[in-house]
């Protein structure tokens, strides 16, 4: 059984870091498609950032310098780096995997992906303040 448990999450003022992490168990190795997106209340999923199976990245545009993906296989774990967070940051954050292909770019800049990626992690709530 797949399962993938995020940790990181918090409370910070606005101009501060975060590092999430999303350990996935049950899978033999990262090869596939990861992914964080995330809801604020009211609103819908976006992708916020995926990195695919060679390293490839894409970010959503208003994080875009901000935030880091990056992976590491020998942990099976992948994180979300976040500096210089705002308060238009503050959400619930989901990790998700997907083994199937997906184009990078439209999983950040369009509804692609928000509800279909194969599986999730539970959420971690991230919170800005101002």
């Known amino acids: 059984q797949v399962q993938l448990v995020e940790s990181g999450g918090g409370s910070v003022q606005a101009g501060g870091s975060l590092r999430l992490s999303c350990a996935v168990s049950g899978y033999p190795h990262i090869t596939a498609y990861m992914a964080w997106f995330r809801q604020a209340p009211g609103n819908e999923r976006e992708g916020v950032a995926i990195i695919d199976t060679d390293g490839n990245t894409a970010y959503r545009d208003s994080v875009k310098g901000r935030f880091t993906i990056s992976k590491d296989a020998a942990k099976n774990t992948f994180y979300l780096q976040m500096n210089a967070l705002k308060p238009e940051d503050t959400a619930m954050y989901y990790c998700?995997?997907?083994?199937?292909?997906?184009?990078?770019?439209?999983?950040?800049?369009?509804?692609?992906?928000?509800?279909?990626?194969?599986?999730w992690g539970q959420g971690t709530q991230v919170t800005v303040s101002s």
């Open positions: 998700a995997i997907d083994p199937r292909s997906r184009n990078i770019v439209r999983v950040v800049s369009t509804r692609e992906g928000r509800l279909d990626f194969y599986h």
